[in-house]
């Protein structure tokens, strides 16, 4: 199973930016708990560490303003 992000042979990448999200590149297949793949149309997306974006898995940028911390 595949992610809708497809067409490229790189390797994937994912960096834990500090105090904020996943930044997740390349070729990465994510799915949630259930085994659903998440639709995916760009190269890199950011998921959310926080756990209160709006838009999860996405990052939104909550963790901002909630003062997220990782530690």
Same mark, same amino acid.
């Given at each position: 199973? @595949?992610?809708? %992000?497809?067409? $490229? ?8 930016? *500090?105090?904020? *999200? /996943?930044? !997740?590149?390349?070729? !990465?297949? =994510?799915?949630? *708990?259930?085994?659903? +793949? !998440? +639709?995916?149309? $760009? $190269?890199?997306?950011?998921?959310? $560490?926080?756990?209160?974006?709006? =838009? #999860? +898995? %996405?990052?939104?940028? @909550?963790? #901002? !303003?909630?003062? /997220?911390? @990782?530690?």
């Amino acid at each position: 199973m @595949t992610s809708a %992000y497809t067409g $490229r042979d790189d390797d994937g990448e994912i960096v834990a930016c *500090p105090d904020g *999200p /996943f930044l !997740v590149r390349g070729n !990465v297949e =994510i799915v949630l *708990p259930d085994g659903t +793949p !998440v +639709p995916r149309t $760009r $190269r890199t997306v950011a998921l959310c $560490r926080c756990g209160l974006s709006t =838009i #999860k +898995p %996405y990052c939104d940028g @909550t963790h #901002k !303003v909630t003062g /997220f911390r @990782t530690g």
